[in-house]
């Protein structure tokens, strides 16, 4: 169920470093700050901001981290700066504080909601971390999400990982990112690992929580936009678009503006 297309990284790589480049000058940014996950999202978008020749920051900022994750992000910021003099590293490690904060607040009885709400309060001290570093060093919060994450499926944490300052990644599918990410040079270990979105502090995949891969999801998306029949969708494919239409309605509230009551005067 892959998408196809005419997709050309080489072009889609001048375009957005391009953009980077003119919307950091018109900012009268430095550069800009990445959160480095050991994922091919992040990776993709600190090796376009770096080919920008303005300054890049890799931030790591583990939380009870999976070892494998960890590896990886050291070894895509290793390989990174071996490239580019202007790419350099910090680490904040915020377990210690992610601990902390759990001793100040009341428990839950409801482990799955108590789960999913520190996985969600992980993303959110990391966004305010990665704020921290824009701030002193004046420079931009470049986001990571992709096309399927942020407009399909909504699989993100509002005022986490989706608290940015832009998304030059955020029109690509996931197959396409992984397609860039192979034209840039990003390391294998990347480029082989299964996405996952290291909220959890174990391996779970993108794949086992949504319950759909992303190429799948990605059918899902091209399928309602081109319109296609579900008469000629297989049992599986029907499975796919109920799971795309049910996390897509469900999360409207992270795609949609924050509502506000306008009173009438």
Known sequence: MATNNSFSAESAS??????????????????FVVGISGGIDSAVTSSLCALTGLDVLCVTMPIHQAESHVSRAYEHIKHLQNRFPNVQHSEANL??????????????????????????TRARMRMTTLYYFAGIHGRLVA??????EDFGVGFYTKYGDGGVDLSPIADLLKSEVFALGAHLGVVESILNAAP?????GDDRTDEEQLGASYNELEWAMTAIEMQFSSAHFTSRQQEVMAIYQRLHKANQHKMNPIPVCHIKR
Request: aromatic share 10%.
């Open 14 to 31: 001048n375009q957005i470093v391009n953009w980077l480049k003119q919307y950091a000058l018109d900012a009268k940014s430095s550069g």
């Open 143 to 148: 986001g990571t999400g992709n096309k399927i």
């Open 196 to 200: 996952t979105d290291g909220l959890f």
């Open 95 to 120: 377990t210690p504080l992610f601990d902390a904060f759990q001793t100040q607040l009341p428990s839950s009885s409801d482990s799955d909601k108590l789960q999913l709400t520190l996985a969600n």
